[in-house]
């Protein structure tokens, strides 16, 4: 039995796993939170005291690593965290073969989820696909001939910044109209805001959606825009419906581009509901040239694919 | 010396040559035309006649075959041809295999020519780069780790049909706002046309662009906008750029998504100015994420680079 060891840090939170290779059930599984103030050191002392307390007294074959930021996949090397300092130029991947005597591999988040995807979920069987994750950003991995394509400078898969509206609302990148300005959960929250506080008084859409947050409009989120709208809200319906459209464009062109067999979508967009899905798959299919086949389907790993990606990329090591 | 035929079928030209592996000088190159009023037939006995023509007594070691259509590579089987009726589902990789007793590759013309600038053009060393033809129409090739990239169903490549402005104007392929329906020549021409015939009275742009054709508009072509544009005609000006603009974003979208080493580019766009570049430079940067590195150069091979993709074909079954 191999024993192999994966770790997903995800800016805020880390959560670390261990199984034998070929089992589908964890051995063990931990979480913790990041501080409120937490910086690079700080994580990786969490890391490592996280590692040792799954470890116990085994050793593993080789250790995985996701990671919620930039990274080059090939050194190991983190390039930055866009939630906590210090992250800049940390070679990870390094620094845990050296305490732990292993093989260590570390990729982003998105490019090790759609790795889980592809060897433990929902992209079994296919040798290409475009991971998409939904949730504050938008972001993509791809598989191509069964393996991650990553780029030739690490940086593929960055649908969330694909310009679907040159017309539309600037993004935080800069540019206008991206995937992400109106997909991510963040941005819903406040396209819908905007569009409560602009409306014509006459106008009563929004109700439900007011009604969840108590009139505190701070308090939405694209979890509470998707629920609002499921409940049949017009203006919340107005911005799912934009979300869905944004990326069903995005997704279109990413077939006419590189027609990849399958879409798998995670992250919040799980849960925005049928509607949601039924505009995306209608404006995605007609975005693309008839002559290209796909298929759009949720992940099926949830929370867990980044772990079961790191463990795909440690038993590549051993 | 090991002897290669390769064949470029354009629709309403052929071309073929013969060269020894590697060598970089044809031995021998001859084009024919279609007749008006070809088929599949016509341009089968064409395409044979013009083998013998160029092999004479002596036989070649494999046969790479551009194709001006969508084409099923793995089998070698034309799909269609868009400008010429009958060459749906004909096997031409079989067909000419049992004529010539050799082993045959046939793929469509644009993974051909971004295989052809790949190995002996301005992809040379380069191991991730997109091929973009701007011409009658705007189609793309990929090679990725070194290796054409076709897609799930060999449809990848169609950058054409990215959308990059959804209130644009109706592409023939249904959408609106298509990289195509702003870059190729005959759009280009027409988007002129509309543009003079519908401009106010009083404004007296597109005089350049008028004398031209002899105020013929019906004469426009992409090539002449061009022209005028570089001769200073505001309205000639104004329709090149937007054409600039939407290879820009197009491009700029693709290398968020795949972030490939190199754009290179050929066809009718090489001939487009300065200007025309510049701005697509700009645009694309500007889309492109700032971490998100890449090139855009013009391809080398002009006319030949589907010739030499074929001869990479061929000789790669020897």
Redesign the interface.
């Known amino acids: 039995m191999t024993l192999i060891l994966a770790l997903d840090f995800g800016g805020t939170k880390l959560a670390a796993a261990t199984v034998n290779i070929g089992s589908r059930k964890w051995l063990r599984y931990e979480r913790r939170l990041s501080p409120a103030n937490a910086n690079a050191s700080t994580d990786l002392e969490i890391m490592r005291s996280l590692i040792y307390s799954l470890l116990q007294d085994t050793k593993p074959a080789a250790i995985g690593v996701s990671f919620g930021g ?1 990274v080059d996949a090939f050194t190991g090397t983190v ?1 930055l965290s866009h939630h906590v300092a210090g992250w800049e130029n940390i070679p990870l991947k390094g620094l845990l073969e050296d305490e732990f005597g292993v093989p260590v591999g570390v990729d982003n988040d998105a490019n090790v989820a759609a790795l889980g995807e592809h060897r433990f979920g929902a992209g079994q069987g296919y ?2 696909l475009f991971y998409i994750t939904v949730s504050t950003g938008v972001g ?1 991995g ?1 598989i ?2 069964s393996n991650p ?11 969330g ?7 539309g609302p600037v993004c935080l ?1 800069g ?1 206008r109209g991206c995937v992400e300005r109106f997909a991510s959960g963040p941005y819903m929250a406040q396209n819908a805001r905007e569009l409560l506080e602009t409306q014509l008084p006459k106008r009563q859409r929004g109700e439900v959606l007011r009604s969840l947050v108590g009139d505190n409009l701070n308090l939405f989120t694209g979890q509470l825009v998707s629920e609002a709208a499921v409940a049949g809200d017009d203006l919340a319906k107005e911005v799912l419906h934009k979300a869905a459209w944004a990326l069903g ?1 995005g997704i ?3 077939a ?6 399958r879409f798998v979508l995670g992250g919040g967009v799980m849960k925005a509901g049928a509607d949601f899905w039924q505009v995306m798959q209608l404006v995605a299919r ?2 693309a ?1 008839p ?4 298929e759009i389907v949720p992940a099926v790993l949830g929370d867990d694919a980044p772990l079961w990606g790191a463990v795909a990329i440690a038993s590549m090591l051993v």
């Open positions: 930039p390039r040798d290409s993509g791809w191509l001939n394509w990553r780029g030739a400078g690490g940086m593929a898969g960055e649908i910044h694909i310009v679907v509206d040159p017309a990148c540019k464009v279109g062109n990413v006419n581009l590189m027609n990849p067999q007609e975005t040239l002559e290209v086949d796909f």
